[in-house]
């Protein structure tokens, strides 16, 4: 059964970075792509980062550009999102997540980042 569970959230001042991690289970991690989404209050989950199966392509929103780095560790199954620089719209619930060849979709509970001062 596949799991995926973020850690890391919290509060933190404006200009302040955080670290969020994503352990994973119930797969064979390491031949799968994995990505972070994220939802703030009343809208709809956005798209944040993407890694490849092997770390060696990433992509990011372009308002993360810069700011946030995308990576993973297969042998402890596990992804990361460093977020530095962090701004008050950054605030949101940040899930991870994958996706399977044929399309379905798996998500971790959230985990919840705010930045205010």
């Known amino acids: 059964q596949v799991q995926l569970v973020e850690s890391g959230g919290g509060l933190v001042q404006p200009g302040g970075s955080l670290r969020l991690s994503c352990a994973a289970s119930g797969f064979t991690f390491s031949t799968y792509a994995m990505y972070w989404y994220r939802q703030a209050p009343g809208k709809e989950r956005t798209f944040v980062a993407y890694?490849?199966?092997?770390?060696?392509?990433?992509n990011y929103v372009e308002s993360v550009k810069g700011r946030f780095t995308i990576s993973r560790d297969n042998a402890k199954n596990t992804v990361h999102l460093q977020m530095n620089s962090l701004k008050p719209e950054d605030t949101a619930v940040y899930f991870c997540s994958t996706r399977t060849p044929s399309g379905r979709a798996y998500w971790g509970q959230g985990t919840q980042v705010t930045v205010s001062s």
């Open positions: 890694i490849t199966r092997t770390g060696g392509n990433t």
